[in-house]
T-cell receptor, first 115, second 112 residues
Framework: SAVISQKPSRDICQRGTSLTIQCQVD?????MFWYRQQPGQSLTLIAT?????????ESGFVIDKFPISRPNLTFSTLTVSNMSPEDSSIYLC????????????FGPGTRLTVT | TQLLEQSPQFLSIQEGENLTVYCNSS?????LQWYRQEPGEGPVLLVT?????EVKKLKRLTFQFGDARKDSSLHITAAQPGDTGLYLC????????????FGSGTRLQVQP
């Protein structure tokens, strides 16, 4: 499985500011995803990061709030814009495996606290 | 409404006990995965099941996919403190879409 790293691992930010989270994979992957995990909750898909085109957002998530870049097959960024305390969550990127059975492999996550 | 419902939500047991976690839906999945997540880490894939009725074993863990591919269970025999964590089921809907739908999660604590 791919090795996935995320930066930063955690951050404390003030409301109204923006934070960009990076996701780096050690091999080329077709599909990358961004998830949010609110405290004590399960994972909610934010968007699919598409290489060379705009990200595909899930219901309830919009590009203005969560702009995503995917410049190549090993890297993606998620920006959390104009943050509020409700954005305090763990943000996770994931990639699909090569086995064709829809498995996903996750980065370690970025723990964001907004004050 | 959660597409994949897990039960129980919380489970605190003594070392050596057995337990079963359930993952249920009214939708059909082309595959279903189970993950375990520990604090400060991302979810780690435990198993993938793809065939209705399939049973897979991973040491003390037994995973079953329902005949109709709408539900799954995870059974742990003789639980150990190292089994403590958040267990998540996740499924790929039978639509060809590669995004996963995650269950609500089961938080397991095994007391020594």
């Amino acid at each position: 499985s791919a090795v996935i790293s995320q930066k930063p691992s955690r951050d404390i930010c003030q409301r109204g500011t923006s934070l960009t989270i990076q996701c780096q994979v050690d091999s080329q992957v077709t599909m990358m995803f961004w998830y949010r995990q609110q405290p004590g909750q399960s994972l909610t898909l934010i968007a699919t990061a598409n290489q060379g085109s705009e990200a595909t957002y899930e219901s309830g998530f919009v590009i203005d709030k969560f702009p995503i870049s995917r410049p190549n097959l090993t890297f993606s960024t998620l920006t959390v814009s104009n943050m509020s305390p409700e954005d305090s969550s763990i943000y996770l990127c994931s990639v699909t495996g090569t086995g064709g059975r829809f498995e996903q492999y996750f980065g370690p996550g970025t723990r964001l606290t907004v004050t | 409404t959660q597409l994949l419902e897990q039960s129980p939500q919380f489970l605190s047991i003594q070392e050596g006990e057995n337990l079963t976690v359930y993952c249920n839906s009214s939708s059909v999945f082309s595959s279903l995965q189970w993950y375990r997540q520990e604090p400060g880490e991302g979810p780690v894939l435990l198993v993938t099941v793809v065939t209705g009725g399939e049973v897979k074993k991973l040491k003390r863990l037994t995973f079953q996919f329902g005949d109709a591919r709408k539900d799954s269970s995870l059974h742990i025999t003789a639980a150990q403190p190292g089994d403590t964590g958040l267990y998540l089921c996740a499924g790929a809907l039978d639509t060809g879409r590669r995004a996963l739908t995650f269950g609500s999660g089961t938080r397991l604590q095994v007391q020594p």
